[in-house]
């Protein structure tokens, strides 16, 4: 098919009259001296197989975005990530952040909530509400979203170990709401191999929560279709000091073991495959980062369709998450931070990303203010609104370099494949510590490399100032944590007894058995169970995972 036919195949369905517009988008693109911009740039006719490598966005491989039109159909979701305190505090902040612009919530969780402790568990004690909002009930939950109608607000939520358990009381609050729970959209984290590699978070061993992630796919394939089931994470393999070639190996290897338990739990690949999306890093180096998401993309689909078989062009589809990298800010000269923010969104955006995180000028020091955190929402709508790099599409692509590296990091991150594959597979690798190896290899290659001033971080080991931080201190009340606890001891007096203690033993029982977990999840926070107290009959019947024992 020659280029020309080619190309206006893609038109007409770039022309869809289905695909979804913004009403403030101007009616044509063009630059702001009247310069018409292309929807996309086409090769010159001396090079007829620039495309049938490249291809168009929307098509497999999918290198130039998952979808025909990307920004000029619709922006990225502007999803912030917010949760501190009480369920009435972060309620009170996500409200804030939707009345600002914000187009979909994400929700963090304090640590005592992530490992599946209740806020007056001896465990979590001075943690309650510190990186995140405290959620022990379906109580908790209900107040979290007040006045938030669930049928209309895309949710992500960063939990993995008790992820399942959570999903159950989002479940819950929206059948209290009246919502259809078939309209539902959003995400969980629900990643749990990377917490074994880089993050910590785990509750179990890996057989059961392997179980508890495909007993997810199987409910929400049946019962929640627009949910994504996981948000298989490269974004903490980064953070704990990965490379970007590593960060999308080490992802894409996770994913493939979540595949493949699926698959042997019984399920079809196109039945849930289009349920799974991911969540990457964004660092400073522009052009790596933006050719490292293309590169992801490309290589995923060639995974799916050619070692898994999937048939559904929507099982091929890398859809992602990106969040601002964490581990590059500073807390020396913190304003320096918005720069680095605003680098990093740009590489998200111009690889293609579906939604996107900015962090907050101030999160080296404190949890992020109102005014930072509107600060970085504002640097998502600008360059939306204001920077024109949204009005082509894939607008890198045809770049020498851009090309290259696109091509080299998808090479490297199938040689790391190629070996985790002679090991075993991905949990096989964790198990060997290889993962972990190379991820702090590289780490202490990256800390050695500033400590010797081979790498320049502003204002760290060069252009360094003296200087007081003036900038406004978000904290969190000491006194939470009682009100917390009080809350708690009130819902375990008032709810019936009787009942609580039955579905107890019901939740024993499917433990134990192949039963899916999630419809017992839901009737268990429904009566009123507490998330320390379903996490307790699940350690009490699958013990609990200690990383110095393998």
């Known amino acids: 098919m020659s280029l020309e036919s080619e190309f206006n195949r893609w038109q007409e369905n770039i022309q869809d009259p289905t695909l979804k517009r913004f009403p403030e988008r101007k009616p044509e693109f063009q630059t702001t001296s009247g310069i018409p911009i292309p929807c996309i740039l086409t090769p010159p006719d001396e090079d007829p197989d620039y495309m049938e490598k490249l291809g168009f966005p929307g098509d497999y491989p999918y290198t130039r975005g998952v979808q025909p039109s990307m920004y000029r159909g619709r922006f990225w979701t502007m999803r912030q990530y917010a949760g501190y305190a009480t369920a009435e505090e972060s309620n009170r902040r996500y409200r804030y952040l939707l009345d600002s612009g914000q187009t979909g919530l994400s929700v ?92 910590g978070t785990y509750i179990f061993p890996p057989r059961p929560s392997m179980r508890l992630i495909t007993d997810v796919f199987r409910y929400c394939q049946a019962e929640i279709p627009h949910w994504n089931t996981i948000s298989i994470s490269g974004y903490h393999i980064r953070e704990a000091g990965s490379t970007a070639v590593q960060e999308v190996a080490f992802t894409l290897a996770n994913a493939i073991a979540y595949v493949q338990a699926a698959i042997e739990s019984g399920l079809d690949v196109d039945s849930f495959a289009n349920q799974l999306s991911f969540f990457f890093n964004a660092h400073n180096n522009f052009f790596e980062e933006a050719a490292k998401f293309r590169a992801a993309r490309r290589l995923w689909a060639k995974i799916m369709r050619q070692r898994f078989g999937a048939k559904n062009p929507r099982s091929w589809m890398l859809r992602f998450h990106t969040q601002t990298g964490g581990s590059t800010l500073t807390a020396q000269q913190p304003e320096n931070n918005v720069v680095r923010v605003t680098l990093q969104a740009l ?204």
């Open 108 to 199: 963090a969780f304090d640590l005592p909530t992530q490992i599946g402790y209740d806020s007056d568990d001896p465990v979590a004690l001075g943690e309650v509400g510190k990186v995140g909002v405290a959620i022990s009930s379906l109580e908790d939950m209900q107040v979290l979203f007040r006045e938030i109608p669930l049928d209309k607000v895309s949710t992500s939520m960063t939990i993995n170990a008790p992820a399942a358990i959570l999903l159950a009381m989002y479940i819950a609050v929206a059948r209290r709401q009246g919502v259809d729970t078939r309209q539902l959209r959003g995400t969980i984290q629900n990643d749990i191999l990377k917490e074994y590699i880089a993050r």
């Open 347 to 550: 590489a998200a955006v111009m690889g293609g990303t579906q939604s996107l995180h900015t962090n907050s000028m101030d999160e080296a020091l404190w949890l992020p203010t109102e005014k930072s955190v509107r600060v970085a929402l504002r640097t998502q709508q600008i360059i939306a609104h204001e920077s024109g790099i949204a009005d082509s599409i894939d607008p890198l692509a045809g770049s020498y370099l851009v090309e290259q590296l696109t091509d080299e990091i998808e090479a490297r991150a199938e040689e790391y494949l190629r070996r985790i594959d002679e090991m075993g597979g991905a949990m096989t690798a964790i198990e060997k510590g290889y993962i972990q190896n190379e991820i702090q290899e590289a780490a202490y290659q990256y800390q050695r490399a500033i400590e010797q001033d081979q790498a320049v971080v502003v204002g760290v080991n060069a252009f360094q100032v003296k200087e007081t931080i003036t900038l406004e201190r978000q904290q969190v009340d000491p006194e939470i944590e009682a009100a917390q606890c009080a809350r708690l001891k009130a819902l375990r007096q008032k709810r019936n007894a009787e009942k609580a203690q039955e579905m107890l033993g019901q939740l024993d029982k499917a433990a134990r058995s192949d039963e899916n977990l999630l419809p017992v999840f839901i009737a268990c926070v429904e009566n009123d169970l507490t998330l320390g107290e379903i996490c307790g009959v699940l350690r009490a019947v699958w013990g609990e995972y200690s990383a110095h024992t393998l």
